[in-house]
């Protein structure tokens, strides 16, 4: 059922939230009795006072973690039970959609439209795709010496941990926490500062859904406890999504601890390319605006860069000014809204700080400002500037509605334009000419490269997700996530 902005508002207006940490099976406060306040930035209301977790909690929900699996309560489970318990999981997270996605609007902004369409099924979807895995995913037998039986094994590294941002704080948390317990892992995971609330309501459902105590943990907090985590001498494995600044020193942290495995999902600059051989450019241009403003430009494949060729760039350009007009900010508890409030205060400021810096840069060629102030809200307008390629605005990951347009004059320069960036999360290129795209494709350094579309197949989970260069490592999605969180073992048998 579709509910009315009247409807939503009148759900927002009695919900009430848990800001407990999930620790062991069981909702506990921060054993400082710490908190911090959640406040939406649709208004500034504050949501709930949410455990700020600390040293202690994070060795609580480690402990927890490492006794659940060296008890084998989950591990030791038959693989169709196992399966069984996520996709109970999974089936609660559909029934409660409505409740989730509206904790995922009033926690960051998103649109409900967007919350109910795509970020809670996702989720749901996401578990279902792991669940189904467990007992297809099968090991090998070696052809080795007749005297020998040779076996490799799949088996769970152990105690992972999973943190994670506040843009899709559901869904990234998803991709790390499936395959992970897919596997027969442990997982604490660390939300957000930003977003921890779906996190704790999905901990409760897990448990409803039957996964043992201690199999799956929620410590909110800031920074940390995701550096406690990342540091922890029982933690096997540290799954990351978010910026590069932060994923530099998890990795640090886990050099300089046990040498933990890393995992590292971070930013993007990512080029949206428009040769002249494409003759739909309206479309084109549509999708560049798609690319840029759903969720608010807060996406790590935002398609931040569009590189036009100078034959067709007016008339892309007159499009996309065009297309804009379809995100104009309004309040993301209305379903027809496309783009709601920026997360949070730093971040709206962050964002109008490039805004500045683009305006000294570049030519503005629609937006730049902020909206509805009057409302308590963050929203930024569409912006759209005119730069050279080495503009800061045109370099830097901002993670807002910003998006720069830079000409080019031929397909080399283009792909090296593209490619000239410390970053290769996801690219496109648009032509007519399928040979064309495909070559372009080819040479460009990115996990992801869509031809004449953006974003296309995102909600496939067959498509490993993840980037080259400083974009991260290892891939989210797809059955080689279940790599990452799993041991080979080669058992070598001597017949007598
Ligand atoms: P962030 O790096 O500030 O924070 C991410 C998480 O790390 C949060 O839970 C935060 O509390 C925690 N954290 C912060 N400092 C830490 C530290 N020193 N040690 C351990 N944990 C720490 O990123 P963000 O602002 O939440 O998210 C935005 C960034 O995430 C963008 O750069 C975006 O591109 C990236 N992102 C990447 C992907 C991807 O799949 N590649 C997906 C979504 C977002």
Redesign the pocket.
């Known amino acids: 059922m579709q509910r009315t902005f009247i409807e939503w508002q009148a759900k927002a207006a009695t919900l009430t939230v848990d800001g407990r940490a999930f620790i062991d099976g069981a909702l506990r406060d921060a054993q400082s009795g710490r908190t911090f306040s959640c406040a939406s930035p649709i208004d500034g209301r504050i949501l709930a006072e949410v455990a700020d977790c600390g040293a202690a909690d994070v060795d609580a929900a480690v402990a927890a973690a490492r006794r659940a699996f060296e008890a084998r309560t989950w591990c030791g489970m038959s693989p169709r039970a196992r399966k069984a318990i996520l996709l109970r999981w999974a089936a609660l997270i559909r029934e409660r959609r409505d409740e989730l996605a509206l904790l995922e609007t009033l926690d960051v902004g998103k649109p409900i439209s967007d919350t109910t369409a795509i970020d809670v099924p996702a989720t749901a979807h996401c578990i279902e795709w792991y669940a189904e895995a467990i007992d297809k995913v099968v090991g090998e037998v070696v052809p080795a010496d007749p005297h020998l039986v040779g076996l490799v094994t799949r088996e769970p590294v152990g105690v992972v941990a999973a943190?994670?941002?506040?843009?899709?704080p559901l869904l990234?948390a998803a991709w790390k926490f499936a395959p992970a317990l897919a596997v027969g892992n442990s997982v604490v995971l660390?939300?957000?500062?930003?977003s921890p609330m779906t996190a704790i309501r999905v901990a409760e459902l897990a448990r409803e859904a039957g996964l043992p105590s201690g199999v799956f943990n929620v410590v909110p907090g800031?920074?940390e406890p995701?550096?406690l985590l990342?540091q922890h001498a029982d933690v096997d494995c540290i799954a990351?999504?978010?910026?590069?600044?932060?994923g530099r020193?998890?990795m640090t942290h886990a050099a300089q601890s046990n040498l933990k495995r890393a995992w590292l999902?971070?930013?993007?600059k990512s080029p949206n390319i428009v040769l002249p051989c494409c003759a739909d450019l309206e479309r084109a241009a549509r999708t560049a605006a798609e690319a840029i403003f759903f969720n608010m430009g807060e996406v790590?494949t935002a398609g931040s860069r569009l590189l036009v060729h100078r034959d067709v760039k007016d008339e892309v350009v007159a499009n996309l000014i065009a297309a804009a007009r379809a995100f104009a900010p309004g309040h993301p508890l209305d379903p027809a809204v496309r783009m709601g409030p920026i997360v949070d205060r730093a971040q709206f400021e962050r964002v109008m700080g490039f805004i500045d810096t683009g305006r000294r840069e570049g030519r503005v060629l629609t937006g730049g400002s902020r909206v509805r102030e009057e409302t308590g809200g963050f929203y930024i307008e569409p912006t759209v500037f005119e730069v050279n390629a080495d503009a800061t605005v045109a370099r830097d990951?901002i993670?807002g509605p910003v998006l720069s347009v830079i000409e080019f004059g031929d397909i080399d320069e283009a792909v090296s334009l593209a490619n000239d960036t410390e970053y290769g999360?996801a690219a496109a290129v648009w032509s007519d000419d399928l040979t064309t795209a495909h070559r372009v494709a080819a040479r460009l350094r990115a996990g992801t490269v869509w031809v004449n579309g953006y974003g296309d197949g995102s909600d496939d989970m067959n498509f490993p997700?993840?980037?080259y260069k400083q974009?991260?490592n290892g891939r989210?999605k797809s059955l080689h996530a279940l790599e990452k969180y799993s041991e080979l073992k080669s058992t070598v048998i001597r017949l007598c």
Not at 265 to 268: A, R, T
């Open positions: 943190v994670v941002p506040w843009n899709f990234m660390k939300p957000s500062e930003k800031g920074a995701g550096r990342a990351f999504t978010g910026s590069t600044h932060t020193q998890i999902e971070l930013g993007g790590c990951e993670f999360l997700f993840g980037g974009s991260g989210d």
